[in-house]
């Protein structure tokens, strides 16, 4: 049990160096459009090449094909593009706050897509997130441009429709080859992007490379093999609930690394913001159970 904590944990923190690793490699000359690029076919790469050897030869169909380049070619592709961003204008640790909106969002859109009921707990969920957001936005260490407060929120309501969409996909297709896809179908749309807008170029200083590598392969591929690995071991529901410490590990982060001054009142938001996610993921997991049913979110 303790091995599944500590991988999920383990994926938590790679997913929270993403901010650390955008903010050098812009600093190396290298553009949104070809970081994400790059941390996507190199992603890709690894994933099909684990599934070869694995020789795990599941067959997707057209239909899925399609849904995995929505996915990926679409949802996760301006998902990414937007957070990316917003790191350029908004404080890193901010950024990631506003991401983890996203089962706020996850909840309202299933109650209107899905039919799903949204609970007096829910909705005391989103009241209290959006409490905490009024203290981390209203007492800010320097200036917050609005621009990037709009980006990350765009990220988070993204990132939840990709959430919906996957959870109905990933329930006939196995996750490393749906993953194998994503990556691949998110690398291609960057690569028709940058060359249309004529933003992808590989002219950036050769230090460069270590954000890039370590955006793919810390963020990317060990942080999603480990939630997996991690999930089979404690189950969907505590991996989902430990793994929202991710925004708190990137503010410890940002400090360290990146120097960003965090004041008491916008930690103390954000452990708010977080409670009320966190109150939102309970109640999703724990209302099939009364059911009978189990149902992945």
């Known amino acids: 049990m303790w091995k599944g904590y500590g991988l999920v944990l383990l994926s938590a923190i790679g997913f929270a160096f993403i901010p ?6 812009y ?3 290298v553009n949104v459009t070809t970081l994400l690029f790059l941390r996507f076919a190199l992603a890709a790469l690894f994933f099909f090449m684990y599934v070869w050897f694995k020789k795990k030869n599941e067959k997707v169909s057209w239909s899925q ?12 592709m301006l998902q990414s593009s937007l957070y990316f961003h917003a790191v350029k204008y908004i404080p890193s640790s901010l950024a990631a706050l506003l991401l ?8 309202v859109f299933s109650f209107f897509i899905n039919k799903e009921k949204l ?8 009241l209290i ?17 609005p621009v990037g407060i709009a980006l990350a929120i765009g990220a988070a309501v993204i990132y939840s429709i ?5 959870n109905k996909v990933i329930a006939h297709v196995p996750p490393m080859t749906a993953s194998a896809y994503i990556a691949l179908f998110a690398a291609f749309s960057f690569f028709v992007w940058g060359i249309s807008t004529e933003t992808l170029h590989f002219q950036f200083d050769a230090k460069g490379w270590i954000p890039v590598i370590g955006t793919s392969f810390v963020s990317s591929v060990l942080a999603m093999l480990a939630f997996f690995a991690g999930m089979n071991i404690i189950g969907p529901t505590k991996a989902a609930i430990l793994s929202m410490i991710e925004p ?17 009142i916008q930690m103390i938001g954000g452990l708010i913001v977080l409670s009320g996610a966190m109150l939102v993921v309970t109640t999703k997991e724990l209302k099939p159970k009364k059911k009978s049913t189990s149902i992945s979110a």
Not at 20 to 25: E, K
Not at 65 to 76: A, D, P
Not at 119 to 126: E, K, S
């Open 248 to 264: 708190i590990v990137t503010f410890l982060l940002s400090m360290v690394f990146l120097h960003e001054s965090v004041s008491s």
């Open 162 to 166: 990709y959430i919906i969409v996957g």
């Open 129 to 145: 997130s959006f409490s905490g957001m009024l203290l981390v936005l209203g007492a800010p260490e320097g200036k917050i441009h």
């Open 27 to 29: 600093n190396s000359g």
């Open 119 to 126: 609970t007096r707990q829910t909705v005391i969920a989103i």
């Open 100 to 107: 983890y909106l996203n089962p706020i969002f996850v909840a």
């Open 65 to 76: 094909l399609f849904y995995l380049f929505l996915l990926g070619g679409i949802f996760y």
């Open 20 to 25: 650390i690793f955008a903010l050098h490699a």
